[in-house]
């Protein structure tokens, strides 16, 4: 088939999880060739530490390629095609704030789920409407695949925003991820299953793992292997203790509620207590991933620009979080309509849930976006908790754009993280003034 040259611009670029993301682009330039590619971050600084090892790693693998880096949101979208996005507004130091303020409360302190997620949501609904009003103004019809978390919120809130915008798809690795994982459990590629899935982002289960060439349903099995053996992440050897966790939490899930396969993030509202007292307070994720993936590439990178060379520097690539991306971008420019798990707005995909709900579902993507599955009718356990869980997301994205308290004090309260209103009202009384610069709410 031929390939069209595609002009692509990262979002965040100054993220060390770009090199790998460019080693990525790099390793499907037969794929999906590039033509231009545009980083973009709005701190220079972030994007000059990583500049030399970009330019010459592409250079070396990728020379007809043109390269422009910039930290001017002008620059960043002329002529795009796919903007890929992968922004933290407030960076690492407000991702430790997210993650250690709750734990003050005895509150999971998370990312993306619970009164973190809360507060790092509120961060990103505004930087992500100002993004896509940017890309708008000059790519009217380029594609914007957001990663940006927590990918739940922000998808609820540009579909608010902008509910007749097409070209948004919000979509999350953790399943690709998994899927990896139970791959390589089952000695078979990734690529030869076809999931089944249904729930919200971080919030959701796999009901069935079809084996392409045969058409069986591998979760049976699976489900009997985790029964006896630790769930371990594909790339178990490179992953810190956090995460090694976070995938042993399936098996105890399982334990439990063995009907369906649940996404590692439920853990968070399954086991709160639990994981409050097994973490360290004075260090968190965030402080894990400081000392090592952060640490790791910026050395790398630091050693190309004082060599100006890549003599000695590993290629890095084979992340998930690069891989994936590409081909969802693959999969939307060509029409390949390979499947993916997505975030998608409902109107009957789940039959017995919300038509509104931004749900994480099994789709194809097209040359169109995607064309979920349809789920049906779940069951009252799981429409129960969706349900509850939905609630927090919609009062959340409410409480940002009315800058109303009293949603987001409902908001808190519904979380299954939260609960306790003397808790929500104190976490988000101290979230609040820590987030000052960013976001505020009328009481
Ligand atoms: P990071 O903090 O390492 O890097 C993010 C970069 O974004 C920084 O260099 C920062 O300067 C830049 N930035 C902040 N605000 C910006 C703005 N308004 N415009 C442009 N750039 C901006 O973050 P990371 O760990 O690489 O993660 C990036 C994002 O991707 C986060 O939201 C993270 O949660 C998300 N993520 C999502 C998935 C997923 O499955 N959906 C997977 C991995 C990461
Ligand atoms: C997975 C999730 C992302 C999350 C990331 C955190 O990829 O799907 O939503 O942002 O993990 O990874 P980190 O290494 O930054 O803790
Ligand atoms: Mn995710």
């Not at 460019?22 to 545009?38: A, N």
């Not at 994007?47 to 790693?57: C, G, M, Q, S, W």
């Not at 399936?250 to 409050?276: A, H, Q």
Request: with cysteine.
């Amino acid at each position: 088939m031929g390939r069209k040259n595609q002009v692509v611009t990262i979002v965040g670029a100054g993220s060390t999880r770009i090199p790998a993301l460019i080693g990525s682009l790099i390793e499907y330039k037969k794929e999906f060739p590039l033509k231009k590619l545009i980083l973009f971050d709005i701190d220079k600084n972030r994007l000059e530490a990583l500049e030399d090892y970009i330019r010459l790693t592409m250079e070396k693998y990728y020379d007809e390629v043109e390269l422009v880096f910039t930290d001017d949101e002008n620059k960043a979208y002329i002529g795009t095609d796919f903007v890929f996005c992968n922004m933290r507004a407030g960076n690492f130091d407000m991702r430790s704030l997210d993650e250690k303020i709750p734990l003050k409360y005895g509150l999971v302190g998370q990312e993306t789920c619970g009164p973190g997620g809360f507060a790092y949501g509120m961060r990103s609904i505004g930087a992500m409407i100002h993004m896509v009003k940017k890309v708008r103004e000059y790519a009217p019809d380029a594609w914007i695949l957001n990663y940006t978390n927590p990918a739940a919120i922000v998808a609820v809130a540009l579909d608010k925003v902008f509910p007749d915008d097409k070209r948004i798809l919000n979509i999350c690795d953790q399943p690709y991820s998994m899927i990896r994982s139970f791959a390589k459990i089952l000695n078979i590629s990734m690529y030869d299953i076809e999931p089944r899935y249904f729930g919200l982002n971080h919030f959701g289960w796999f009901t069935n793992l079809y084996y392409s060439p045969t058409g069986e349903d591998l979760l049976p099995k699976l489900k009997k292997y985790l029964k006896e053996n630790d769930f371990k992440p594909y790339n178990a050897e490179q992953r810190e203790a956090s995460w090694l966790e976070a995938y042993k939490s399936v098996n105890k899930m399982l334990s439990f509620f063995p009907e369906y396969l649940p996404n590692t993030y439920l853990r968070y509202y399954f086991f709160p207590e639990e994981i409050v007292k097994e973490c360290n307070p004075n260090f968190t994720r965030s402080d894990e991933a400081l000392a090592g993936r952060e640490k790791q590439v910026l050395d790398i990178c630091k050693k190309v620009m004082i060599q100006k060379s890549l003599k000695g520097i590993p290629f890095l690539s084979g992340a998930v979080h690069g891989n994936m991306m590409v081909e969802v971008a693959d999969s939307i420019a060509y029409d390949l309509k390979k499947l993916f798990v997505v975030i998608v707005r409902n109107e009957g995909t789940i039959s017995n849930l919300p038509d509104d709900a931004m749900v994480e579902v099994a789709g194809e993507l097209t040359k169109y976006g995607a064309v979920p599955y349809k789920v049906g009718k779940i069951g009252t356990f799981y429409k129960g908790l969706i349900e509850g869980q939905y609630a927090y997301e919609k009062l959340t994205v409410e409480a940002y754009l009315e800058s109303d308290y009293q949603k987001a004090l409902q908001a808190l309260t519904i979380n299954r993280t939260v609960v306790n209103p003397f808790k929500a009202e104190a976490v988000l009384n101290d979230l609040m003034e820590a987030n000052k610069e960013y976001w505020y709410l009328r009481r």
